[in-house]
């Protein structure tokens, strides 16, 4: 499997931005993909995921009222709708993918997208 994210960027606080995710190579029945973020000298944390074959979605409590995950099935992609952005969501931005189960750890996933960065100013 093999994940290209993009659509970071900078952006000022209380902006918008859209991350794409775009997924090829081996498919599972029953994937859950998902947004991780890191930013520097923290730990990678869990923002939202998606079921895919039905769009049931997960996400991070504090994150859901501003952050919006959903796929498209036919271009094989996922996308993060990031509205109200706050300096504290700056963070390198991965998706990552995996079969039957979603997990809120990153350690469970095995395949991973190079990461885009999104920076918010104040």
């Known amino acids: 499997v093999q994940l290209q994210a993009s659509g970071g960027g900078l952006v000022q606080a209380g902006g918008s931005l859209r991350l794409s995710c775009v997924a090829s190579?081996?498919?599972?029945?029953?994937?859950?993909m998902a947004w991780f973020r890191q930013a520097p000298g923290k730990e990678r944390e869990f923002v939202a995921g998606i079921r895919w074959g039905d769009a049931r979605t997960y996400y991070t409590d504090s994150l859901k009222d501003r952050f919006t995950i959903s796929r498209d099935n036919a271009k094989n992609t996922m996308f993060l709708q990031m509205n109200n952005l706050k300096p504290e969501d700056t963070a390198l931005y991965f998706c990552?993918?995996?079969?039957?189960?979603?997990?809120?750890?990153?350690?469970?996933?095995?395949?991973w997208g190079q990461g885009t960065q999104v920076t918010v100013s104040s």
């Open positions: 190579g081996r498919t599972f029945s029953s994937a859950y």
């Open positions: 990552a993918v995996r079969p039957f189960s979603i997990s809120y750890k990153g350690s469970d996933y095995t395949y």
